[in-house]
């Protein structure tokens, strides 16, 4: 088998053009999974059963479910019921989201639950609200200790969201599908993918290994 360098360099810039397309699909997913992690995550701790019992439910169906069936479900089940066909940047946004979102959740209230009980009473009896314990003490403690997991996830969902190729978006992987169904070069296409998602994931995780040094260092001062 003839290796063809040629096509790669042919290929790159739009296999770049992909990765980019997948670094905004993982970076709005994943902005948009930690405002419904936070929020679900301190509803999984409250005291009141059902705010408890619907942030369980779904983090338990998330959690449960495959990705690609809840891609699926976005684009392809739930026109069905509301009657118009959706964007596909949209259905992979939303799913990709609500998908990071029950795994975020799981981390923060870990995090959260991580924090000694006598922070929350202190703040109390200063004369805080619960809300306000909560923002000015408890997360800014919580979230250095979940900044590992986090990555993780990033690094996670940036892998994840080849899926969305299923429904026709071209990010990275679609990007591959496409070159080679028009030159046949499933090696070199499938190897150039594989080494941009594994540069892609290396800077994820040394700029998250940077976050947790400099944060344990601001503790020590």
């Not at 992909?18 to 709005?28: D, K, R, Y």
């Not at 809300?131 to 993780?152: E, S």
Request: glycine share 8%; with cysteine.
């Amino acid at each position: 088998m003839n290796f063809d360098f040629d096509l790669i360099v042919r290929s790159f810039p739009l296999l770049l053009m992909g990765a980019g397309v997948t670094v905004q699909i993982t970076a709005l997913s994943v902005s948009f999974g930690l405002l419904i992690g936070m929020f679900v995550g301190m509803a999984r701790l409250s005291l009141l059963w059902p705010v408890k019992t619907l942030a369980a439910l779904y983090v338990d169906f998330i959690r449960g479910t495959p990705l690609l069936v809840q891609i699926f479900l976005i684009y392809f089940a739930l026109p069905l019921v509301v009657g118009q066909r959706i964007d596909p940047f949209i259905a992979a946004i939303t799913a990709c989201s609500v998908n990071s979102g029950a795994y975020v959740a799981e981390i923060f209230r870990a995090g959260i639950q991580s924090i000694d009980k006598g922070q929350m009473e202190a703040g109390r009896s200063l004369g805080m609200t619960w809300a306000q314990t909560m923002r000015y003490i408890i997360l800014p403690q919580a979230f250095k200790r979940i900044i590992p997991p986090l990555g993780n996830e990033f690094i996670a969902m940036l892998k994840d969201s080849s899926l969305v190729s299923v429904i026709g978006f071209e990010e990275l992987t679609r990007r591959g599908q496409l070159i080679i169904a028009r030159t046949y070069g499933s090696f070199e296409i499938w190897l150039t993918v594989a080494f941009i998602y594994l540069v892609m994931t290396f800077t994820i995780s040394r700029f998250v290994d940077y976050l947790e040094r400099r944060y344990k260092t601001d503790d020590k001062h």
